[in-house]
């Protein structure tokens, strides 16, 4: 654990307070309002921590854009390929223990061992379908 920060907190709350996964950029449009000594490097450099803690997830989308949440239980993501929303998709306890175990099984295949693991589902969303 870092030491703390009023950024830190503010960075950490908010991604904890927020469903939209938001990029390093919305972030800080968002907190500048609240702080508005607040810089884009300090936003970075707080998500980077945050995430090497553990504190948080960075989801590496298919445009290049990370995206950040603020929700570590495990879940799934979908991000859809038109507008680059991301989603959280929540299975029941039995159905991750399952996705877990086959994963295992998979990197045994491969002679090694799972430490973790993320998955991002890409498709289209309802609203682009539309």
């Not at 490097?41 to 998500?47: Q, V």
């Not at 854009?65 to 929540?90: A, L, M, Q, T």
């Amino acid at each position: 654990m870092k030491k703390y920060s009023k950024q830190r907190e503010a960075i950490i709350n908010s991604l904890k307070n927020r469903k939209d996964h938001p990029t390093a950029e919305e972030l800080f449009l968002d907190l500048k309002n609240k702080m508005p000594d607040i810089g884009i490097a300090t936003i970075y450099r707080n998500l980077q921590n945050l995430y090497q803690d553990g504190e948080i997830t960075k989801i590496k989308t298919k445009c290049g854009i990370d995206r950040y949440d603020g929700n570590i239980k495990p879940h799934i993501h979908f991000e859809c390929i038109k507008c680059g929303n991301v989603s959280d998709i929540w299975l029941e306890d039995e159905q991750m223990k399952k996705i877990d175990n086959d994963i295992k099984i998979l990197t045994k295949q491969i002679q090694a061992h799972q430490e973790d693991f993320s998955i991002i589902i890409n498709g289209i969303c309802r609203n682009c379908r539309r």
